[in-house]
C-alpha cells in the first residue's frame, strides 16, 4: 500500500484520457482542463510512473508498453469505482420483491395491517411484509442490525435511545368499551363512573402498565380498580363482552369490536388523553430508499383513518 499512498489517485482519471486519446488537447477536453493543465498532469503521472508514457513518433503519440499494459486495469479500477460511489438504485414498488419486517403494536396488527396491506398488494404485487410484536430486543438490537426495518404504532411517550429516529405517524381518541349488558356503562361516564367501574388494563410486552391513562389518573391523585391485565386487546374485549369490566383503548380497535362481539362503545371522561402513535427506525437506515417508501405508504394509509 506504500505505493498507493504516495500516489495521487485522480491522476487515473488523466491517464485513462490521454493513453485512450493519445492526444494531449483531446484528452483535456474529454476530462474539462485546460491544455496547460493536462500538459502538468503529464509530467507529473511520468514522475510518479518513472515512465514516459507518451512518446513522439511519426504517427503523433504513441503510448509506451507499461502504459498499454496499465489502461486496462485503470479502466477496470475506475469503473468500480464509479459504481462503488454512485447513488444507490431507488426503490421501484411495482418491481420488488423485498420482504419488509415490522415491529408493531397489538393495535397496528388488527386495525390497520389488514386493510393497508390489501390496498399496497395493488402498488407492489411483490413485496412481502413480515409483522413481529415489538419488545425492547427489536427496539434495540433487531432495529439496529437490520433485522426489523421499522416500529409501527409504539406510544410516543415510551422512552427510546435518542439516537433512534422517531415520526410522529397517528394520534388516536380513546374510548372505554362494555358488554351491551353492562348497565353500568352506557352513553357516556363521568370520572366518577369511570372510577367505581371494574378494568382490565392493557400493558405492553415489557410488562409496563404504565399507560397514559394512568398516567393521567396519577397526576390528579386517582387511579383505576383494574381487575385483570393483558397484552393482547382482542382478549380484553372477550373479557369485557362477559363481566362488568370495561376496558380503554383506541377508537378504531372498539369500533372493530362492536362488530365481533356484544360489545359498544362508550364515551369516557372529559380530559381522557389520546394516544399519539410513532414510527421508528434506526439512523443506518435512514436513506434506504425501501424504506422510505414503506414509511410513507404508511402515512398516506392512516390519512383515512
Not at 489502461?71 to 464509479?82: F, G, H, I, T, Y
Not at 396491506?117 to 438490537?141: C, G, K, T, Y
Not at 363521568?190 to 415489557?206: C, M, Q
Amino acid at each position: 500500500m506504500s505505493a498507493l499512498r504516495q500516489f495521487d489517485l485522480n491522476l487515473l482519471i488523466i491517464f485513462e484520457a490521454l493513453i485512450s486519446e493519445c492526444h494531449v488537447s483531446r484528452a483535456a477536453e474529454k476530462v474539462f482542463l485546460s491544455q496547460s493543465a493536462m500538459s502538468h498532469a503529464l509530467n507529473r503521472l511520468r514522475t510518479q510512473l518513472d515512465d514516459p508514457l507518451l512518446v513522439k513518433t511519426e504517427n503523433g503519440l504513441t503510448p509506451t508498453p507499461r502504459a498499454l499494459a496499465m489502461l486496462p486495469d485503470v479502466r477496470q479500477a475506475l469503473s468500480l469505482v464509479e459504481r462503488t460511489i454512485s447513488p444507490a438504485e431507488s426503490f421501484q414498488a411495482s418491481l420488488s420483491d423485498r420482504t419488509f419486517r415490522i415491529a408493531s403494536t397489538d393495535f397496528f396488527e388488527t386495525v390497520v395491517f389488514p386493510e393497508w396491506f390489501s390496498q399496497l398488494q395493488l402498488s407492489a404485487p411483490n413485496v412481502r411484509v413480515e409483522i413481529d410484536l415489538i419488545s425492547e430486543e427489536s427496539a434495540l438490537l433487531r432495529l439496529e442490525k437490520g433485522e426489523i426495518d421499522l416500529i409501527v404504532g409504539m406510544d410516543k411517550e415510551q422512552k427510546l435511545p435518542s439516537h433512534l429516529i422517531v415520526q410522529d405517524w397517528l394520534t388516536e381518541k380513546q374510548v372505554c368499551l362494555a358488554s351491551i349488558q353492562n348497565q353500568n356503562a352506557k352513553g357516556s361516564l363521568s370520572l366518577e363512573a369511570y372510577l367505581a367501574l371494574p378494568h382490565i388494563r392493557f400493558f405492553d410486552l415489557e410488562g409496563k402498565t404504565d399507560s397514559n391513562v394512568d398516567r393521567w389518573l396519577a397526576d390528579q391523585t386517582l387511579e383505576r380498580n383494574h381487575i385483570a391485565s393483558t397484552t393482547n386487546y382482542m382478549a380484553a374485549a372477550r373479557i369485557v363482552a362477559n363481566t362488568e369490566a370495561i376496558i380503554t383503548l383506541p377508537y378504531h380497535m372498539a369500533k372493530l369490536f362492536t362488530q365481533m362481539m356484544p360489545v359498544s362503545i362508550v364515551t369516557p371522561p372529559d380530559g381522557l388523553p389520546a394516544i399519539d402513535m410513532t414510527l421508528v427506525q434506526h439512523p443506518l437506515y435512514a436513506k434506504d430508499s425501501g424504506i422510505i417508501w414503506l414509511k410513507q405508504a404508511l402515512c398516506e394509509h392512516v390519512q383515512s383513518l
